[in-house]
């Protein structure tokens, strides 16, 4: 192992993301999703603990210096009967309160049980991270800092943070897992740069993600936040079931193990997903103040009991997604001035249809996936020249909605006018919607990558 090398600062950020196509299919390996990573990213930047000559500490610490309260410590030590890394939270004295973050906690634990599965533990020295996230991850008014960044600093602690739905935690965990193996691990064993680590980031990215959520979702966000924007089919969830607990026995042999095994079956296909020249995405905020709890429980319950019914409406919208794939690929390889009639009328179809299966399916299923207010804002949007469609992303609801557009300022500066003046009557529900925002932020089609450490020196000091 070359110990100067990896024990340099290092960096790396990874994408957030917006579901285009398949929410609720893809939870199902019989289905795919179309997922497109965004230009909003989490970056975290890792760095030795600079310690006085003499003194050696098992600490980690790890901190978000854009809020108030986000700072962790971290003790960790190796465990007997091959149980990998334990890592317990430290507080600093018996008056600060422990703020848990189990994302990172358990991003932490099951990386540095990887890395221990390769390296000795006597050379996983201590270190401080930070970890820094786009202003779209949130839509509360943030204040630039000094010396300025493309970084905000928030006035609130994480748990005030409003955010917008971009999947924070995904893009966390896999930018932080990919910047502790970065930093540990000699290049020969991992290099984000090959499809081998990327394999390794995306195995390990899912396991914790999965662990910290206490669920196992279709991994969805985690796919694209490795790979970029996709077609993804998921891996089967069993595969995660006989991991055992970490600090159990065997835990590091048995992570090793399904880390690098080839059970995994998932399948990522970059060349599926393309955005043509001259369309990009447009991310709509939508403040309601209501969350819908259960959503996917209640689906996928009502799918259960209603099967063929149910089938009908998936296998109609997994046509509409694969025709969406094959659309926006061919408009992207296709000669843009060569073709007949109006050039995105196909592109539209295929939206509005997927947007009638997907209304069957909340109406059906008694969930309000693309409840009446969406509805509304989407026809309205839809029908500004320059804007080919829109739908309600991922799990959808009241919060949000993604937009395909030609990528012109006319189009643009249309949409700003229709969305700041929206306003929605009482749809009988109970819920009205409030302002409609537009998110700076659009497609991005690259996964996680290395950033540039000297960058992000300037947050690493100070809390
Ligand atoms: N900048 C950040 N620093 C540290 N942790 C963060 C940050 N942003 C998000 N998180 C973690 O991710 C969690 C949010 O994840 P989740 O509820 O899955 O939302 P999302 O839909 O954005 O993924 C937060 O509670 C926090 O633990
Ligand atoms: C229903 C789903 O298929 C899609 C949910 O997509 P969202 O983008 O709504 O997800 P969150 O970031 O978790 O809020 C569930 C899944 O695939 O895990």
């Known amino acids: 192992m070359t110990g100067s090398e990896s024990l340099a600062p290092k960096a790396v950020s990874a994408p957030g993301k917006v579901l285009l196509a398949g929410g609720y ?38 901190k978000s210096p854009q809020f108030r309260e986000a700072n962790w410590e971290y003790g960790y030590r190796l465990t007997e009967g091959d149980g990998g890394i334990a890592v317990t939270p430290l507080r600093a004295s018996h008056d600060v309160l422990l703020h848990k973050n189990p994302f990172i906690e ?16 006597h050379q996983i020295g201590p270190s401080t991270i930070s970890i ?56 020969d064993v991992f290099d984000i740069d ?21 669920k196992v979702g279709s991994g969805f966000d985690i796919a694209s936040a490795v790979y970029g924007s996709c077609l993804y089919r998921r891996f089967t969830p069993t595969l995660l079931s006989s991991l055992p607990v970490p600090g ?7 992570l090793k193990n399904l880390i690098e095994g080839k059970e995994w079956d998932t399948e990522i296909h970059k ?9 990009r995405l447009v991310m709509c905020d939508v403040d309601c103040g209501s969350e819908t709890p259960g959503m996917v429980k209640k689906v996928l319950q009502w799918r259960a009991e209603n099967q063929e019914e149910a089938d ?9 997604n694969d025709d969406m794939a094959k659309e926006l690929t061919r408009l992207a390889t296709q000669d843009p001035q060569s073709g007949e009639g109006e050039r995105y009328a196909r592109l539209r179809d295929i939206i509005n249809g997927n947007r009638e299966l997907i209304r069957k399916m909340g109406e059906a299923s008694g969930v309000p996936i693309e409840p009446p207010q969406q509805t509304a804002l989407l026809d309205a949007c839809s029908k500004i020249p320059g804007i080919v469609g829109g739908v309600v992303p991922g799990a959808g609801g009241y919060d949000a909605v993604v937009l395909l557009i030609e990528d012109r300022e006319d189009v643009m500066a ?12 009482n749809q009988g529900d109970g819920i009205t919607m409030g302002k409609v925002g537009i998110l700076g932020i659009r497609e991005d089609m690259v996964g996680a990558r290395r950033e540039e450490p000297a960058v992000y020196q300037m947050w690493n000091t100070g809390s």
């Open 25 to 62: 299919l893809v939870l199902d390996r019989n289905y795919t999703g179309l997922v497109f990573g965004l230009d909003a990213r989490i970056h975290v930047y890792i760095e030795p603990i600079e310690t006085k000559s003499g003194v050696s500490l098992s600490e980690i610490i790890v």
């Open 132 to 187: 820094l996230a786009s202003p779209a991850y949130y839509s509360n008014q943030g204040t630039p800092s000094n010396p300025p960044s493309q970084f905000l600093k928030y006035d609130v602690s994480l748990s005030e943070a409003h955010k917008t739905g971009l999947g924070s935690s995904a893009a966390l965990v896999t930018s932080f897992t990919a910047a502790l193996l970065t930093y540990y691990l000699p290049r």
């Open 414 to 425: 249309e949409l700003k006018k229709l969305t700041s003046a929206w306003k929605v009557e």
């Open 248 to 254: 159990a026995s065997s835990f590091s042999t048995a």
């Open 106 to 121: 358990t991003a932490l634990t099951y990386a540095l049980t990887y890395i221990s599965s390769h390296l000795p533990h």
């Open 194 to 214: 090959t499809e081998d680590g990327l394999r390794v980031l995306h195995n390990l990215a899912q396991a914790s993600h999965c662990a910290a959520q206490g």
């Open 312 to 320: 009908d409406i998936w296998n109609g919208l997994q046509k509409g």
């Open 271 to 279: 060349a599926a997903i393309k955005m043509p020249q001259g369309l």
